[in-house]
């Protein structure tokens, strides 16, 4: 299960399912998107356990990734999820600030979960390594590449051009032989990076454009289980978080307790305002509601009054909306983790996505240049 492929199914709605299993986390990362603390809240496992075994192999997920805050502090419920998404034939990646490493080494418990998963994302950056040295994670991840598992390495800056962006990933690069992919991402203002990057800018969101052009949203294409177990359609934080009242109703699609993987999914595919989103981009889906917003403060406030969600609606039921609809979703698909990786990953680092993918794995894939000092 290589990174290019969570990233090939990121255009095709509920493809996949994020599921946080616990804000709590022992690292206090000043970038923290979701401001994780040891005492912060976490679902009951039975809760979680019970929704995924409503996944069947005739309708379930194609990958399960669980979050946090840090989810190997639940290791036994990592593996009985992972265990149970397999058996209905759901892939399951994990992602982790990899506390564990700077104790020497990886728990029995932690073991048996990363054992049980078919995917570990490991973050590793500035903010991490203050509290994990990077020598120690790299030696675990070392470790997990040498016995099979199949890895990806989660790098985040402050600017495209942070020195500390190239040193880490030509760290990474000879350590692990260019056999692990490594996705890079710049910090958001979401969480305790919000107060970060208070002043620098950072949290200012972009105007919306002047035209009206269609521009697909790719954030709304995977239900999220948030801490509390309220299912989202959207992985923004400040949705999955609820901030300002909790999420409006249209982003909404349940809760674990009530409804099941069926019921999720039939909602984050047949809802028109989804749909709209997804195909077209809140932006241009709001029209003149949008003006002077940025996509995400369209979604959440301008599509959640009444009267444009309504008008959004009637045009998404007119037979040429939805024939421009299927083929703007075509093209999407038809991009797959290539066009993903070109609006979302720091540009220069774009390559490094495909490391220990076959060749040629995605048409027009960028080479790789070479690590600063040569990678083995």
């Given at each position: ?16 399912l ?13 970038h ?8 912060a ?70 073991a ?30 070392r ?11 989660q ?15 030509d ?48 954030m ?8 509390d177990?309220?299912?989202?359609a959207?992985c ?20 674990i ?23 077209f ?15 995400c ?5 301008a ?32 991009g797959?983790?290539e066009a ?9 680092y ?27």
């Open positions: 299960m290589h990174l290019l492929d969570l990233l090939a199914a990121r255009a095709r709605p509920a493809a996949a994020h599921m946080a299993l616990t804000r709590r986390c022992p690292l206090s990362c000043a923290c998107s979701t401001a994780s603390t040891m005492d809240e976490q679902l009951d496992a039975a809760l979680l356990e019970e929704f995924v075994a409503t996944f069947t192999p005739g309708d379930r997920p194609d990958f399960l990734l669980l979050t946090g805050g840090e989810p190997l502090l639940r290791p036994g419920l990592v593996r009985r999820l992972a265990l149970r998404a397999r058996a209905a034939g759901c892939r399951t990646q994990v992602t982790s600030g990899m506390f564990f490493a700077a104790r020497g080494g990886v728990p029995g418990p932690v048996r979960a990363l054992d049980a998963v078919d995917h570990v994302a490991a973050s590793v950056d500035a903010f991490h390594e203050r509290e994990v040295p990077r020598g120690a994670v790299l030696r675990v991840l470790g997990l590449l040498d016995a099979g598992k199949d890895l990806s390495v790098v985040t800056g402050f600017a495209a051009d942070d020195p500390y962006l190239r040193e880490v990933t760290d990474i690069r000879r350590e692990l032989e260019d056999r692990v992919p490594v996705l890079v991402t710049l910090v958001r203002p979401a969480g305790r990076a919000r107060e970060l990057l208070s002043g620098t800018g950072g949290d200012a969101a972009p105007a919306a454009p002047g035209h009206s052009l269609p521009d697909p949203c790719s709304a294409a995977w239900p999220v289980v948030a801490f177990g309220t299912v989202v959207c923004n934080q400040d949705v999955v978080d609820g901030r300002g009242g909790g999420p409006p109703a249209h982003l909404t699609l349940g809760h307790a009530t409804d099941d993987w069926a019921t999720v999914r039939e909602r984050q595919l047949g809802r028109p305002v989804l749909r709209g989103i997804r195909a981009g809140p932006v241009h889906l709001a029209g003149g509601a949008a003006r002077g917003r940025g996509p403060d369209t979604c959440v406030h599509l959640a009054a009444g009267p444009v969600a309504e008008e959004a609606e009637a045009s998404l039921r007119r037979p040429r909306t939805r024939a421009m609809e299927r083929a703007l979703g075509q093209l999407v698909e038809a797959g983790a993903f990786l070109r609006r979302h990953v720091t540009e220069r774009r390559p490094l996505a495909h490391l220990g993918a076959p060749p040629a794995r995605v048409p027009g894939a960028p080479g790789v240049p070479e690590a600063q000092g040569g990678a083995r």
